[in-house]
């Protein structure tokens, strides 16, 4: 991988392990596992951040659940085919392993282009949002797409960018609960993932 795709991409996450390493696929020889990682925000609510690590990394034994695990990495993006619609998964793919007892437990910088118009809105409480689907650049011609939220004073100047325009974010991997109406009318509670952004600025 370039230098490039090394830098605009790096997340950084520390908290307790909630599952198992469970087998996802094999490339070459290297074999890579999932685990679902708890990290806890300020307000003591828990992030669920799934996590993709190599067997090259976990060596003699990975840490189990109910233990403290640091993972460096990036945050990718992939498709998978279900109900007939290509769904978007997101996952931290480990670069290395610590013991999970740093200062800033949840960290992420992006940097990367705008690939749908920005969705800007106010809630009922009038709190100002905008909505955002960041590319980003990854080796052998690939990108990632990142879906990412903007708060407060920074969510209308994100707003005002256009695809294609160049950004740069600092934030937070955070899961969000949602509920899906399915064909038949009833509902389904489903998990989704985005970078919750605290810091954005053109990159050009």
Not at 29 to 39: A, P
Not at 119 to 125: D, E, G, K, L, W
Not at 170 to 175: D, L, V, W
Request: hydrophobic share 35%.
């Amino acid at each position: 991988m370039g230098y490039e795709q090394m830098q605009n991409n790096r997340a950084y996450v520390a908290g307790t392990v909630l599952s198992a390493p469970e087998f996802s696929h094999e490339v070459l020889g290297e074999r890579f596992y999932d685990v679902v990682l708890g990290v806890k925000r300020l307000s003591d609510k828990t992030d669920e951040i799934p996590v993709t690590v190599s067997d090259r990394l976990i060596g003699e034994r990975f840490p189990a659940p109910g233990e403290r695990l640091g993972v460096s990495g990036q945050l990718r993006s992939y498709n998978k085919q279900a109900e007939g619609r290509s769904k978007l998964i997101l996952r931290v793919f480990a670069r290395e392993l610590d013991d999970g007892e740093a200062e800033a437990p949840n960290r992420i910088e992006l940097e990367g282009y705008v690939c749908k118009p920005p969705v800007y809105r106010t809630t009922p409480f009038g709190r100002e949002i905008c909505d955002m689907l960041l590319a980003v650049n990854r080796a052998y011609n690939k990108s990632d797409y990142i879906p990412a939220i903007v708060w407060g004073r920074n969510a209308k100047y994100a707003g005002e960018f256009a695809v294609g325009d160049r950004v740069a974010v600092t934030g937070r991997i955070q899961s969000r609960t949602y509920q899906k109406t399915l064909p038949d009318g009833s509902t389904e509670e489903r998990v989704a993932y985005e970078v919750s952004v605290s810091q954005i600025e053109r990159a050009d």
